[in-house]
């Protein structure tokens, strides 16, 4: 799970073991022109070894074929010279068991684990594309909606491991791939936890200095907004182009990270939108409590700020992005996107439609708004009447609750900070946050409110017909209309 790759160079990389330059600013490249080194072993397990593609200090990664299934894979592992050390085969093994049960599109999946030959082994998803690090390098800043787009895919990835109770720790631009074909892939969970491990103190101190949020910084317990955090600070070095914070001459980077404030985005990249810049501000305010509640309020804020500023498909806009920087041939991306996908971006890889279309479109609602005002007016002049005014936006009509097979019904509303799973009579029927009210038999009902960041909840309430209720953690009053 520590790998890249690059299609440029045919080259993949383990990750972890090879960015310890990310906490050194003049660092050079353990990668520029270095031979492909001949695999120590053939085959193991099921697997037959076709390459060996890194090695690090922990461990060597392989390309790989699960010749039962004719299924690419890569095989991660461990250097026996570190069978010994109970510390390192520990994280080898929480790495693997963290993601056992994960089937996320946004997260690399793990299909076997096993020990051989005085090894440990992981096989593992194979993906050919390119970690954000070497983007980076290559594109020196990403436009604002790409930017974007990476960042809600990494928050989906992320929502999804929270949900399970794990916490990644170790979010930085290395531990992140971006397929060929558009996809976002977050790799690494070597020093993931879950809420209620034993190992919580086993992995103070580890991570990337630069990405860590003040509460790791110090060693504090940590929870789902130290992921928050880091997100926030790959978000900001994607649109910026560089680190919110490095070391300098008078204080180190972690020193920083706990007692300065990051310079705003749009003082460094003017193009990046306010509202996107909100967002990374916030993902990366200094108290915990002052972040996003959860991953997904993170996710949702995410997918409000890109449907109104990238109306097209977000893979495909990954897949120009990467074609413009030289990772996919212009072949390779015709074959991959449709037509209609291609040639519809200014030079600012921003989605428009046909400057002819446009101008069609523009005086279609200019003159279908003329008309309308026209017959409008004219309809009150011959009426004796003038033009009626629109309902004031705020009148809403009174709630009515329909009848299922002749019983009566109402609504139940719930509200829940940071999210929580909602149970209605000992069963589960909805996750929060979520729109719409539940609609429940008239009468008494146990409802339960659960999750890992927050005190368990059980109400006894009476829905009565045509009413609305409302069952909310912490207190709130106000049902929606």
């Known amino acids: 799970m520590y790998y890249t790759f690059r299609v440029n160079r045919i080259l993949i990389t383990p990750l972890n073991e090879r960015r310890v330059a990310d906490t050194l600013e003049n660092s050079t490249d353990l990668n520029a022109a270095a031979p492909r080194p001949k695999p120590s072993i053939d085959r193991v397990g099921n697997y037959r070894i076709i390459d060996e593609i890194g090695a690090g200090g922990m461990a060597v990664v392989y390309k790989g074929v699960q010749e039962s299934l004719g299924r690419t894979v890569a095989i991660k592992a461990l250097k026996t010279v570190l069978t010994g050390d109970t510390s390192i085969v520990a994280r080898f ?3 693997a068991l963290s993601v056992a049960s994960f089937r996320h599109e946004n997260i690399i999946t793990l299909y076997d684990f096993f020990k051989e030959r ?9 993906v050919e594309g390119i970690d954000l690090y070497d983007l ?32 990644h720790r170790d979010v930085k631009p290395a531990n992140v791939i971006v397929s060929r074909l558009g996809e976002v892939k977050l790799t690494d969970f070597g020093i993931a936890r879950t809420e209620h491990s034993d190992l919580t103190e086993a992995g103070i101190g580890l991570g990337t200095p630069a990405y860590m949020s003040p509460e790791q910084v110090i060693g504090d317990r940590l929870d789902h907004r130290s992921d928050i955090w880091s997100l926030g600070v790959v978000t900001y070095q994607l649109i910026t182009g560089r680190k ?46 002052d972040r996003f509640n959860s991953t997904q309020q993170l996710v949702i804020a995410l997918e409000q700020y890109l449907a109104t500023n990238v109306p097209s498909n977000y893979r495909a806009r990954l897949v120009l992005f990467l074609k413009d920087q030289g990772v996919i ?15 519809n971006y200014d030079q600012q890889g921003r989605p428009q439609r046909p400057r002819r279309q446009r101008r069609r479109s523009l005086l279609g609602l200019v003159g279908v708004g003329l008309l309308g005002t026209a017959v409008g007016v004219g309809a ?13 936006p705020e009148v809403r009509p009174p709630l009515v609750c329909p009848e299922q097979n002749g019983k009566p019904t109402g609504h139940l509303y719930v509200r829940a ?37 927050m005190k368990r909840v059980v109400k006894k309430i009476i829905i009565r017909a045509n009413e609305a209720t409302l069952i909310s953690h912490p207190e709130t009053e106000g049902v929606p209309k």
């Open 380 to 392: 009150g002049f011959w009426g004796g009447q003038r033009p009626s005014q629109q309902p004031d």
């Open 329 to 343: 041939s212009n072949d390779e991306t015709t074959a991959m996107l449709h037509p209609a996908l291609i040639g």
């Open 417 to 453: 900070q940071p999210w929580a799973n909602v149970e209605v009579d000992g069963k589960h029927v909805e996750t929060t946050p979520f729109a719409r009210p539940l609609v429940l038999a008239v009468g008494a009902h146990k409802v339960v409110l659960a999750s890992p960041y």
């Open 244 to 289: 919110p914070f490095a070391d300098a001459e008078d204080r180190s980077v972690m020193q920083r990270i706990r007692l300065e404030q990051p310079i705003a985005p749009r003082e460094i990249a003017e193009s990046c939108p306010r509202d996107l810049e909100r967002i990374v501000l916030q993902c990366m305010e200094k108290r915990p409590d």
């Open 136 to 167: 980076l390098e290559k594109a020196q800043t990403i436009p604002s909606d790409v930017a974007a787009i990476m960042a809600l895919h990494i928050a989906r990835a992320l929502e999804y491991a929270h949900f399970r109770g794990v916490i």
């Open 118 to 126: 005085g090894a440990l082994f992981m096989v593992m998803e194979y």
């Open 93 to 95: 093994e929480r790495e």
